[in-house]
Every structure is written in C-alpha cells, then in structure tokens.
C-alpha cells in the first residue's frame, strides 16, 4: 500500500494512503512553549487519540464528524491512527471559552472583550465566565507567526456570513454539551479549540482531534482557584519542569526530560483520560 506523508505537524502526522481520506496519527512527541522536546512521552499518543475518539462519540448527536474508522488503520498506526475523511479545513480556529484564561485573559485585562465580544468588568483570571463566547482566531502556520484574534465580522467576510454563523453556533453548541459532560466528573472546560472543515458534497464537519489536553484548557474542580493562574493538571506539569530548569532559554533543542519527570507526566495523562472517560487505561 502506497502511504503518503501530507503533513508533519510538531505532535501529529498527516498520511494518506486512499482518495478522499486522510490517517491523523498522533506521536507521542510533547510540545513545550512551542519547541518539541527530544524525550516522548510513551503512550501520550494513544491516550490522545482515545480520548478525542471518545469525545467525537459524545458529541456526534451535535455536529456530524470527519471519523471513518480507528480500527482500519496501518499496522504500525494501531491505536494511535484515525481514518478520517478528507475535507477542505476552514481556516479559523473555532474556540469556545467557558472560563478566564491565557489569551482570553490578557485580551479582557487589557480592552475588557475577547474577539469583540463584551465582558462585564470585574472577573479574575480563572473567573467562570457568565455566557460561554465564540473566540475564534486566525489558523496560522507555526513558522509564519502566532494565531491572531478574529472579531466575528472578519470572519464573516473571510468565509461569508452563513458559513460564519455556522461555525459559531456549531461551536458553541458543541462546548455547552463538552462543558456539562466534564463538569459531571469534576472537569472544569476552561476553553478548546475546534476545526472544521467542508465536505466535497459542501457539508460541513467537524475535523481534527477534538477535547485533548492539546487542543483545550481542563481544570481538576478541586484545583480551582480564581483569582491566579489555574493548574492544567496535565499539560501544565512538564512546562513547569522546563520552565523551573532555569538552565533553558526556551528555543530549540530542548532539554531530555529526566526519566521520572516522563513517568509522572505519562500518570497524569491517563488520570486525566480515566476521570473524563470513566474508563479505565490498560
Ligand atoms: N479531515 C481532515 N482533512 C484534512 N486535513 C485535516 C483533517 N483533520 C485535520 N486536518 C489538518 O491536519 C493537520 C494536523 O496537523 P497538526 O499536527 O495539528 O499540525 P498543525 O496544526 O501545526 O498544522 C492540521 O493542519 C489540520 O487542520
Ligand atoms: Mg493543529
């Protein structure tokens, strides 16, 4: 079988094998202040990968999806693959906030809205926000520069005002349902990111990963802390190892990550996906 490489991102690797579809295969490569470290992680892959799937499930009655299959993967893909359609991306990234944090917070600290939207005055970082709001930004290459905040107007006219309203309600629809799910076991959904893509039929779905710890902001409730910045219980640990190395300027290459720094990260990643899921991680 002939496998194409599409696209290497710095955590995921795009393939195609088939017309119309694509294998997203997930490594187990972590990603700190934008720089991959050379240490994997073992399995962070594939807790990803199952934990996307699982949310996919839950929200499919919301918005239709890009999955064909997990199990019709290579070999080597096992459990860390999923055939996808293949579909045209939109280029804006759909995030939904729930909860004050990252770049929501600077953009509120600074002009009180996020995106254009208006949000009352007096909240904290960390503060639970009184409406979820649509926060999309720009779809950026790393190597061109960061995302950029959109108000909703520019996203009206870069796409047009139907597929813009779309991809709003679609959004925030999606987050209300994710955000209620998390919070019956004690998750706090701060903020995700969503893509979406086209169909060749034009049908628009949802694609990429959805709901892991790279692409969303969870909070353990009983972490919660209004007020400071919050604790991603499992991301935030090996940034705050690199960052307390005090010996790393942040730029490439980074440093080897010591063996029990990975497995403490590695116990953090299925805890996270065991208490979302309920299931347990073998
Ligand atoms: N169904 C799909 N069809 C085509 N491209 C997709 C699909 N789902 C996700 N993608 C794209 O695959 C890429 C995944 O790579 P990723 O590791 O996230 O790197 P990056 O976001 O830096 O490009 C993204 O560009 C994403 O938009
Ligand atoms: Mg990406």
Same mark, same amino acid.
């Given at each position: 079988m002939l496998v194409e490489l599409l696209h290497?991102?710095?955590?995921?690797?795009?393939?195609?094998?088939?017309p119309g579809e694509v294998i997203l295969v997930a490594s187990d490569r972590v990603s700190v202040y934008d720089v991959v470290l050379p240490t994997p992680v073992p399995d962070k892959g594939k807790l990803l990968t199952a934990l996307s799937l699982w949310w996919f499930d839950q929200l499919a009655d919301v918005?239709?999806?890009h999955v064909i299959s997990a199990d019709d993967v290579p070999d080597e893909g096992a459990g860390r693959a999923v055939r996808c359609r293949q579909v045209d991306i939109v280029q804006v990234e759909c995030i939904a906030r729930g909860y004050l944090a990252g770049l929501g917070w600077d953009s509120y600290r600074e002009t009180g809205r996020i995106s254009g939207v208006r949000i009352p005055p007096g909240l904290v970082e960390g503060d639970r926000l009184p409406e979820h709001v649509f926060t999309p930004t720009t779809k950026t290459a790393p190597e061109d520069g960061h995302d950029e905040p959109m108000i909703f107007d520019e996203v009206a006219s870069e796409v047009g005002s139907e597929l813009a309203d779309?991809?709003?309600?679609?959004?925030l629809a999606l987050?209300?349902?994710?955000?209620?799910?998390?919070? @019956? /076991?004690?998750?706090l959904l701060a903020d995700t990111k969503f893509e979406f893509g086209t169909t060749p039929d034009g049908d628009l779905v949802l694609a990429d990963e959805i709901l892991t710890s790279?692409?969303?902001?969870?909070?353990?409730?009983?972490?919660?802390?209004?007020? @400071? /910045?919050?604790?991603?219980?499992?991301k935030q640990y090996v940034r705050d190892w690199a960052r307390d190395l005090g010996t790393?300027?942040?730029t490439p290459p980074g440093p080897e990550i010591p063996e029990d720094v990975v497995a403490e990260t590695r116990r953090r990643y299925v805890s996270m996906y065991e208490r979302i899921t309920g299931l347990r991680w073998e």
């Amino acid at each position: 079988m002939l496998v194409e490489l599409l696209h290497q991102g710095k955590v995921r690797d795009v393939y195609s094998d088939r017309p119309g579809e694509v294998i997203l295969v997930a490594s187990d490569r972590v990603s700190v202040y934008d720089v991959v470290l050379p240490t994997p992680v073992p399995d962070k892959g594939k807790l990803l990968t199952a934990l996307s799937l699982w949310w996919f499930d839950q929200l499919a009655d919301v918005t239709p999806n890009h999955v064909i299959s997990a199990d019709d993967v290579p070999d080597e893909g096992a459990g860390r693959a999923v055939r996808c359609r293949q579909v045209d991306i939109v280029q804006v990234e759909c995030i939904a906030r729930g909860y004050l944090a990252g770049l929501g917070w600077d953009s509120y600290r600074e002009t009180g809205r996020i995106s254009g939207v208006r949000i009352p005055p007096g909240l904290v970082e960390g503060d639970r926000l009184p409406e979820h709001v649509f926060t999309p930004t720009t779809k950026t290459a790393p190597e061109d520069g960061h995302d950029e905040p959109m108000i909703f107007d520019e996203v009206a006219s870069e796409v047009g005002s139907e597929l813009a309203d779309a991809l709003r309600s679609k959004t925030l629809a999606l987050f209300a349902k994710a955000s209620e799910i998390s919070a @019956q /076991r004690d998750v706090l959904l701060a903020d995700t990111k969503f893509e979406f893509g086209t169909t060749p039929d034009g049908d628009l779905v949802l694609a990429d990963e959805i709901l892991t710890s790279d692409s969303s902001r969870f909070w353990r409730v009983e972490d919660w802390k209004p007020g @400071q /910045r919050q604790i991603s219980f499992d991301k935030q640990y090996v940034r705050d190892w690199a960052r307390d190395l005090g010996t790393w300027d942040k730029t490439p290459p980074g440093p080897e990550i010591p063996e029990d720094v990975v497995a403490e990260t590695r116990r953090r990643y299925v805890s996270m996906y065991e208490r979302i899921t309920g299931l347990r991680w073998e």
